[in-house]
């Protein structure tokens, strides 16, 4: 049995389709990432899985409960971290483990050292009399994980839990998820960070509510056509915009200082890229052929996506 | 890993898990001094202002008076007026313009004027007229006076007749007809016995759906709502958790009530307290249970305040017979009453502060108050939804 399952799920809101026949399975004992941009439809997939937005269209189950039927027995075995901050500010740290732990009915014997078992793993401690209000983004988000890990679920739904949050703290957050994975607990996590997509066993691919790829980081990199050539420059914004009317190529975009060519023949796309930026007087540090990364997947399946559809406008 | 640790849910409803709502809501209302200050002081405030300002009596009117006849008759009769603490005399004059200038200034609110023939007329067995001129702008007290003013006629008159029928035969005369009135449960007819039971209705109804008005908007708006519905909690349990506290704030609030009205402003409780207590309770249950409900569905703290203000203050103040009653209304308005739950509310409690009566006499007051406190009730668990769509 598969820790969650969807059919054709879908949410409309009144004209928007926030997520259209999304279909995806996650095993037991993996960790899933949904990647994808802002208003992709993670935040909505999220919500129906969690069962507290109800699917216009189609099913889900998570550990094999209905999400739309069994809401109470999918609320049991989860735990659900909102990308806003859920948690009561005027209330310390410990009231609101407290809290979380008589709702998920925690007993109280070893509960005590449940609670300081997860505040000494995220560094805690320190903090659990202060009010939740007075917290730093980073830690409000580990508080929350706690909340949220305070009766050992089954399925952890995680929404962006690292949005917004400073790199230590991240890797502080990655750490804790690891070892819940080796724990058994299977995890969802949707990001928008592509570096964090390439840490899950498993990833799905998604824009404008639809899951445009899923499978295994490497396996969803094949999915790429061509090669990329990077071209490191300090001038990058306008070598892409020179290469973008000058050179034929599956896609162009700019990654920091680098520029990055998309192209079926990379030997000789480099050759007439640095021509071209030699004849404009412009100068490129290196141009080299390199592995993709998620983000040039991404942004080339993104390219075609908006060319495909742009051809369907026409016709 | 998996633990075969019970899943409390899948067992109904759960004690802890209130339990837990109720602390934290109590804990809410404890930090923040706003909250503090609506659901202890101003009720406090709200019965003191009521209890002073809206004193329905009148006493000590500002009376002038213009004695034409100047006759031991006349000063006689101006005496009785004197006499009684319905009147206080602040001028005497002698022509029309001063009483109307002291009229027209409010340093007079009634004017008695005696004719120059008061005592011929009054000797002579005829009819002798006194002319009162009552300040009408404050047309209530304007009623009151015009009927102390005949009452104390009245009695000149009778003090006049007992007199002569003594002169004429000797030994002691009564009036053959004498109306003696007495009012039962009020016997000096204070307006702060009757206002008091209804201040308390007042100030529960409001503060209780206030108090708990903002109480499920607010998790809304936070989004503190997302990540508790996605918890096990049931939609009883949230309800009976969140208006726990607030419940026993309220009860506080009644007890302060019933103390200020026995020992700040005197009125007596001729019944039984612990049925007033219960009787409280249950419209408080009601009354929390409308905030709530309002609270559910607007989902905003502002709009729910405010709606809750507007749905229970005027109605209350106006439709229950707590200012004016609901015997002299038209027909349509009495009808929107039955509406008005501080209605029946406010007949119990004037029944057991007043007239020392039980449920013998009020049971349908108590049944409707009773049912509509549960349906409320039953309302507020339904329009309570564990979904964001």
Partial sequence: MDAIRTEGLTRRFKDLTAVNRLTVNVKRGEIFGLVGPDGAGKTTTMRMLSAILTPTDGSGWVMGYDIRTECAAVKDRIAYMSQQFGLYTDLTVMENIEFYADLYGVAKKGRRERIDELLNFSYMHPFKRRLAGNLSGGMKQKLQLMCALIHTPEVMLLDEPTNGVDPVSRRDFWRILYRLLSEGVTIFVSTAYLDEAERCNRIGLMHEGELIAQGTPSEVKKLMRGRIIAITSPEARRIAYLLKSELEAVSICIFGDSVHVVTDSPEKTSVSAGKIISESGLSADSIRSIDATLEDVFVSMLGEKRASAGAEDEN | ?389
């Fill in chain 2, 1 to 389: 890993m998996r633990d075969s640790r019970e899943k409390a849910s899948t067992s109904g409803l759960s004690a802890r898990r209130v339990f837990a709502i109720a602390r934290k809501e109590f804990t809410h209302v404890l930090r923040d001094w706003r909250s503090l200050t609506l659901a202890l002081a101003i009720p406090v405030m709200l019965i003191l202002l009521f209890g002073y300002a809206l004193n329905l009596d009148v006493k000590n009117v500002p009376t002038i008076v213009y004695d034409a006849s100047g006759t031991p008759e006349s000063r006689d009769f101006v005496r009785l007026f004197g006499g009684s603490t319905y009147f206080t005399f602040v001028d005497r004059c002698d022509n029309h313009r001063d009483i109307a200038r002291a009229i027209d200034r409010g340093r007079a609110m009634v004017a008695i004027v005696i004719p120059t023939d008061f005592a011929e007329c009054v000797n002579a067995g005829r009819k002798a007229e006194i002319q009162v001129i009552v300040d009408g702008s404050d047309a209530n007290t304007g009623r009151l006076v015009t009927g102390y003013v005949s009452a104390v006629g009245l009695i000149y008159y009778r003090n006049l007749v007992v007199k002569r029928a003594e002169q004429a035969g000797g030994g002691a005369v009564s009036m053959p007809v004498s109306v003696e009135h007495r009012a039962w449960y009020n016997p000096e007819l204070r307006s702060t016995n009757n206002i008091i039971p209804g201040i308390i209705a007042i100030v529960m109804m409001v503060i209780a759906a206030i108090l708990t008005s903002t109480t499920v908007a607010k998790e809304w708006e936070l989004g503190t709502m997302e990540q508790l519905i996605s918890t096990p909690v049931r939609v009883q349990e949230l309800v009976v958790g969140k208006l726990t506290p607030f419940f026993v704030i309220g009860f506080l609030d009644v007890t302060v009530a019933v103390a200020m009205g026995q020992w700040i402003f005197g009125v007596p409780l001729r019944g039984n307290a612990a049925l007033l207590f219960l009787m409280a309770a249950v419209f408080l249950i009601g009354a929390l249970s409308t905030g709530f409900m309002i609270s559910a569905m607007l989902k905003t703290q502002v709009l729910a305040t405010q709606i809750a203000l507007l749905s229970t203050y005027l109605p209350t103040l106006l439709l229950s017979g707590f200012v004016f009653a609901i015997e002299n209304m038209p027909q349509a308005i009495r009808a929107i009453t039955y509406f008005v739950p501080a209605r029946y509310f406010i007949a119990i409690m004037r029944g057991i502060y007043m007239k020392g009566i039980g449920l013998d006499v009020m049971w349908f007051n108590a049944l409707l108050l009773s049912l509509w406190a549960l349906f409320m009730f039953a309302l507020a668990n339904r329009k309570l939804r564990l979904k964001l769509d």
